[in-house]
């Protein structure tokens, strides 16, 4: 079995070149434990960024959701108001339908130049009822 030693000299051809290579390691390993504390900080302050944010943030959007929710709910009475209000428009219109073509059709059924001249004989059959009134006035 080969010792330590002999294995060390086996690789590199001197102990310089052995030494040389240590060095880049160490400097290497140096390089990535900065790196990782590096990044473990930044880690750390976007945690700590983002519990604040939720911790600001999630009170002020409870709130506005709540009034949100509860203009939802009056929008909500107001819209079945008027429903309400449209169906007994609708029933109105309906049911006055009915009464104004009644009423069209009584109009259409008068006869307008029989009354006038109904009219016009009544005004001739009181004109002299009227002159004889007139007398008394005086």
């Keep these: 079995m080969e010792t330590e030693e002999t294995m060390d000299t086996r690789n590199y051809k001197t102990e310089s070149d052995r030494d040389a290579v ?3 390691l160490l400097a290497q390993q140096k390089k990535l434990v ?3 504390r590096l990044s473990g900080a930044v880690n750390l302050v976007l945690g700590i960024a983002v519990v604040l944010c939720l911790v600001l943030l999630l009170p002020r959007a409870r709130a506005e959701l709540t009034h ?3 203009s939802l709910t009056a929008v909500d009475a107001l ?3 008027a ?3 449209i169906e007994n ?3 109105m219109v309906t049911d006055n339908t ?3 073509t009644e009423t069209v059709q009584k109009l259409n059924e008068v006869d307008f130049d029989g009354l006038n001249d109904a009219i016009g004989n009544l005004n001739d059959a009181i004109a002299p009822l009227a002159s004889f009134a007139g007398l008394f006035q005086r």
């Design 79 to 81: 819209v079945a108001d």
């Design 22 to 24: 240590l060095g880049e």
């Design 83 to 85: 429903e309400v209000l």
């Design 98 to 100: 009915e009464a104004v």
């Design 89 to 91: 428009a609708n029933t």
């Design 34 to 36: 900065f790196q990782a």
């Design 68 to 70: 949100i929710e509860s």
